[in-house]
């Protein structure tokens, strides 16, 4: 097993980024869940269908090595596939990745078809270290929270999104 970058500063930061984009994507999303044992991911299950594929579950999807992607849920598996990437900085500021999953719903094409090129472990350092700065309210490139939505699930823990701090 690869040993993982993440301390316990990148997964604070971790918990905390994926609650500024459930706060910048707001009431569009049902559930919001964050992994950060090796690798790292995090999923945002979506209330709305996406009119090409309207019996499909879809959810905004992390890692750390490609980033944000949209995906449709598989209904027998639960499988996630990939349907666009949002860009290639794997930890785009929460508007960007809101206003990414809203132009998929417009039918727009925004992102990339395709993901990111791969990445190293140097790579991996540095996501951490820019997770890290986002455990520290006031610190990294934040969003304030706006409103109630969904709740940021964490190894079985409900914790409130309400306060993005």
Request: include cysteine; hydrophobic fraction near 45%; glycine fraction near 10%.
């Amino acid at each position: 097993m690869a040993s993982s970058p993440f301390d316990a500063a990148a997964a604070r930061g971790l918990r905390r980024y994926v609650r500024l984009v459930t706060a910048a994507v707001g009431p569009a999303v049902d559930t919001a869940a964050v992994h950060w044992d090796h690798p790292a991911t995090a999923c945002l299950v979506l209330t709305g269908r996406l009119r090409w594929f309207p019996g499909r579950d879809v959810a905004l999807a992390w890692d750390g090595k490609h980033g944000w992607a949209m995906v449709l849920v598989t209904p027998a598996t639960g499988a996630l596939v990939a349907l666009r990437y949002q860009g290639t900085d794997v930890l785009p500021v929460p508007q960007d990745v809101a206003a990414f999953s809203a132009g998929l719903f417009r039918d727009e094409f925004p992102g990339l078809p395709d993901p990111p090129p791969g990445r190293g472990a140097a790579h991996a350092r540095e996501v951490a270290r820019r997770l890290a700065a986002y455990a520290v309210p006031g610190r990294g490139r934040h969003l304030t929270g706006r409103g109630a939505a969904a709740p940021v699930h964490l190894y079985g823990v409900i914790t409130s999104r309400r306060d993005p701090a």
